[in-house]
T-cell receptor, first 113, second 111 residues
Framework: NAGVTQTPKFRVLKTGQSMTLLCAQD?????MYWYRQDPGMGLRLIHY???????AKGEVPDGYNVSRLKKQNFLLGLESAAPSQTSVYFC????????????FGSGTRLTVV | AQRVTQPEKLLSVFKGAPVELKCNYS??????LFWYVQYSRQRLQLLLR??SRESIKGFTADLNKGETSFHLKKPFAQEEDSAMYYC?????????????FGEGTQLTVNP
């Protein structure tokens, strides 16, 4: 049982490049989330999804897009990377009605130069 | 709007000393409060939640609605407690069970 798997684990991008981060969960969770972690700012919610085919904006959605075409996958896209998007990105999933049931991925460390 | 504040970014104590990590929140409804921990090079994991009123690894946290606080306490800190601790708040099912995190407190327990 892998839980929540994020790929890639590390990536360096040049300003203006695009990329997609993949989050996959095998727990049949309805809810999925993308957070970014920055020193002194904690974790901030970028986008989230409460079910297949649905997405919603979180606290810091600008510059990111997401898709949830399959229940088990939640993709985070950066269309034109900026240095301000240098961060560690965490994906999490959760069963409906269980806020305490968050399962986190191991994170993706992204550097934009 | 929901907000979580952890006033201490860094906290250093000696082994065996008591430790308290502060957390204050603002929320108009009835929140669910949690503490998450991130050990070095590991993913975040749930430490405890206020609903269960449990003690995990010697840590406890009491929700004080009057002071809107949810401080994390441990009477005798251990070196293995060194980690990043995040306080988090959920507004419940109506908000998609989203968690709002505080800024985090890096706890270092010295030998």
């Amino acid at each position: 049982n892998a839980g929540v798997t994020q790929t890639p684990k590390f990536r360096v991008l040049k300003t203006g490049q695009s990329m997609t981060l993949l989050c996959a969960q095998d727990m049949n969770h309805e809810y999925m989330y993308w957070y970014r972690q920055d020193p002194g700012m904690g974790l901030r919610l970028i986008h989230y999804s409460v079910g297949e085919g649905t997405t919603a904006k979180g606290e810091v959605p600008d510059g990111y897009n997401v898709s949830r075409l399959k229940k088990q996958n939640f993709l985070l896209g950066l269309e034109s990377a900026a240095p301000s998007q240098t961060s560690v990105y965490f994906c999490a999933s959760n069963a409906r009605g269980r806020a305490y049931g968050y399962t986190f991925g191991s994170g993706t460390r992204l550097t934009v130069v | 709007a929901q907000r979580v504040t952890q006033p201490e970014k860094l906290l250093s104590v000696f082994k065996g000393a008591p430790v308290e990590l502060k957390c204050n929140y603002s929320y108009s409804g009835s929140p669910e409060l949690f503490w998450y921990v991130q050990y070095s090079r590991q993913r975040l994991q749930l430490l405890l939640r206020h609903i269960s009123r449990e003690s995990i690894k010697g840590f406890t946290a009491d929700l004080n609605k009057g002071e809107t606080s949810f401080h994390l306490k441990k009477p005798f800190a251990q070196e293995e407690d060194s980690a990043m601790y995040y306080c988090a708040l959920s507004g419940g099912e109506t908000s998609g069970s989203r968690l709002t995190f505080g800024e985090g407190t890096q706890l270092t327990v010295n030998p």
